[in-house]
């Protein structure tokens, strides 16, 4: 996988803005042009403009080859904001844990409108703006797909947001694999901590196991003949329901529940699409608080 270096803040001397350069990292196929993942990712961010997405503005090309792509400045990371909650004892604000699993189910939906798959969702990947929200980063593992879809390579994906499918050799995928991520992800929002934290492919399938279940053919059809790492000799769990989460973060309720839950499905197939899940109940709670707030005197955030 290509790594690039962090962004960082620079100002742009016609406008005055703040901007963040980036700097890709070695790729494959550089041949005598642009790397294929940075010429992946430009392609695609020309065409993905929208709030939850973060917005390419322009590339610097420098000499010996020196390249620098230019973004919108972006100030914090969602894993560096998880990170200051856990080393705090604390959680991020109910209010705030809803608005961010939209904002990041609406740009996941931008993406899957426009046949992309980001492949690499995960906090390092979602910036946070004190005003816009959550934004999606990094599209340097990113593809367009087609319907039906292909076979592609399952080297994608950060290990503990890869889906049981990739988990266990299923080539075959979709947006689905984005949906799974974007499920580990909510659950880190709500909690502050990683879900499936495996230090291996098979010790972070066994983790998922572990908290969903191991499959079966009620919950997963044919998994058996469609995982080519699957092994009968599996430890077989049962289902918890994801208790453990309820237990860390009680006010998700049963509509919060519910919302994971469908995001972590086994089954790829059963997930729900990202249109689907960003309308769910969970989060009617947030445009309640929304209306309250613009009632209040002022057009500040009413208080309970």
């Known amino acids: 996988m290509p790594a690039a270096g962090p962004a960082r803040p620079a100002e742009d001397r016609e406008t005055d803005d703040r901007v963040a350069l980036k700097r890709p990292g070695p790729g494959e196929d550089r041949g005598d042009g642009l790397p294929a993942h940075v010429l992946r990712e430009v392609s695609l961010l020309r065409d993905l403009v929208h709030p939850n997405i973060v917005r390419l503005r322009d590339l610097q090309v420098g000499g010996l080859g020196g390249l620098e792509l ?10 560096q904001v998880l990170k200051g909650h856990r080393r705090e004892g604390t959680q991020l604000a109910m209010e705030e844990v809803l608005r961010y699993s939209q904002d990041l189910l ?3 939906h931008a993406c899957h409108v426009r ?24 599209f340097g593992l990113a593809r367009t797909f087609s319907l039906p879809v292909q076979s592609y390579t399952q ?3 950060t290990l503990w947001y890869r889906g049981p499918e990739l988990l266990l050799g299923y080539p075959n995928y979709g947006t689905e694999v984005d949906i799974w991520s974007t499920g580990c992800i909510l659950a880190e929002i709500a909690t502050a901590y990683p879900i499936f934290p495996g230090d291996s492919e098979i010790g972070t399938a066994f983790k998922i196991m572990q908290l969903l279940g191991s499959p079966t053919e009620a919950t997963w059809p044919g998994f058996e003949r469609t995982l080519s790492l699957w092994s009968p000799s599996f430890p077989r769990w049962p289902p918890t329901g994801l208790e453990a989460i309820r237990d860390r973060r009680p006010e998700l309720g049963d509509a919060g529940m519910d919302l994971i839950r469908s995001l972590l499905t086994l089954c790829p197939s059963s997930r729900p699409t990202a249109r689907r899940a960003r309308a769910h109940a969970a989060f009617s709670r947030r445009g309640s608080a929304e209306a309250a707030g613009r009632a209040a005197p002022g057009g500040g955030a009413a208080r309970a």
């Not at 230019?70 to 894993?79: A, N, S």
């Open 155 to 157: 080297e994608v994906i």
């Open 115 to 138: 046949m992309v798959i980001h492949r690499d969702l995960k906090p390092q990947n979602l910036l946070i703006h004190p005003v816009d929200g959550l934004k999606i980063c990094d």
């Open 70 to 79: 230019i973004f919108e400045y972006v100030p914090d990371d969602l894993h």
């Open 106 to 108: 609406t740009g996941a």
